[in-house]
T-cell receptor
C-alpha cells in the first residue's frame, strides 16, 4: 500500500543541522520530494530525488535515500530562523505519475 | 503568470449547503489535483485530473465532485457540506514534463 510516515515535531538550535526523516512503504516509488510549508501558505517544492539516486545536494540541503530501508532524509545545514516551517515528505509511484502521496509533515522549530 | 489561483480564501457554510471551490492555472499544466489538509494528517488527495475531460478519485473522494472541462480550471464541488469537511483545501498543478507541483494559496473552509 501507499504510506508515507514522518515524525511530527523537531526542535533544533539555530546554527545546528536539522535532519528530518521519512519512511515510505511502496517500493515502486519513482520520485521522492521534500516540500516546505510556511504558516498560512501553500506548499513549496524544496527538492526532489529520483529513486535510483542515493544522494542529492543543493546548497544547504542534502537529501539521502536508502532504498533498501525505504528511508528518506532531509538535512538542513546551518539552520536559520527562516527555516521554521512544516516539512512534508512525498512520493509519486511508477503506476500513477500524477498522484503524489504526502506524509503528515514535520514541524521544525528553531531555538535561539 | 498568476500561477495557481484559488477562490475563495475563506468560507463558512452551514451543514447541508453546497458550494464550489474554484481553482485555475495559467501554465497550461496537464495535471491538476485537489488536496485537503487537516492537523496531524498532512495532505490527502481528494481528486485529480491528468487532462481536460479526465478525472479520477484520490484517497478521500467521498462528498466531493470534480470536473475538468478546460485545461485551466478544476473546480471542486461540495454537494452537501458536513462538519467533517472543515479543512484547508489546496489545489495544485503540474506539467508532465517536470517534477515540480505548484500549489495554490489554499481555501480555508469551516462547516458549522
Amino acid at each position: 500500500g501507499e504510506d508515507v510516515e514522518q515524525s511530527l515535531f523537531l526542535s533544533v538550535r539555530e546554527g545546528d543541522s536539522s535532519v528530518i526523516n521519512c519512511t515510505y512503504t511502496d517500493s515502486s516509488s519513482t520520485y521522492l520530494y521534500w516540500y516546505k510549508q510556511e504558516p498560512g501558505a501553500g506548499l513549496q517544492l524544496l527538492t526532489y530525488i529520483f529513486s535510483n539516486m542515493d544522494m542529492k545536494q543543493d546548497q544547504r540541503l542534502t537529501v539521502l535515500l536508502n532504498k533498501k530501508d525505504k528511508h528518506l532524509s532531509l538535512r538542513i545545514a546551518d539552520t536559520q530562523t527562516g527555516d521554521s516551517a512544516i516539512y512534508f515528505c512525498a512520493e509519486t509511484l511508477y503506476s500513477s505519475a500524477s498522484k503524489i502521496i504526502f506524509g503528515s509533515g514535520t514541524r521544525l522549530s528553531i531555538r535561539p | 503568470n498568476a500561477g495557481v489561483t484559488q477562490t475563495p480564501k475563506f468560507q463558512v457554510l452551514k451543514t447541508g449547503q453546497s458550494m464550489t471551490l474554484q481553482c485555475a492555472q495559467d501554465m497550461n499544466h496537464e495535471y491538476m489535483s485537489w488536496y485537503r489538509q487537516d492537523p496531524g494528517m498532512g495532505l490527502r488527495l481528494i481528486h485529480y485530473s491528468v487532462g481536460a475531460g479526465i478525472t479520477d478519485q484520490g484517497e478521500v473522494p467521498n462528498g466531493y465532485n470534480v470536473s475538468r472541462s478546460t485545461t485551466e480550471d478544476f473546480p471542486l464541488r461540495l454537494l452537501s457540506a458536513a462538519p467533517s469537511q472543515t479543512s484547508v483545501y489546496f489545489c495544485a498543478s503540474k506539467s508532465h514534463l517536470e517534477e515540480t507541483q505548484y500549489f495554490g494559496p489554499g481555501t480555508r473552509l469551516l462547516v458549522l
